[in-house]
């Protein structure tokens, strides 16, 4: 997975996410928006066939590329969790 970070502050992040769709950009916003730390998570994919630009901003002046790591190893351990429960059948 490419990451473009097109915008980086204490408290905010602009970033492109290549290859991805609606798919993982939806679970990402909503594992970001359960964070108290969160205040925005949103995205857009400007054309059909563009990579989605993902925006977070936080609370408390506090980073968001840890938040988004953090997001992400979440949405990881969902994923474990539910291939651990495949092979018991």
Known sequence: ??????EL???KARLVIQGEGHTFMNALIEELLHDPDVDVA??????QFSDPELFVTTKGKKSPIPLIKKACKRISGHCDELIKGLKKH
Do not use: S
Request: hydrophobic content about 55%; proline content about 0%.
């Open 1 to 6: 997975m490419i990451v473009k970070v097109l």
């Open 9 to 11: 502050e204490k408290d």
């Open 42 to 47: 949103r995205y857009m994919i400007e054309f």
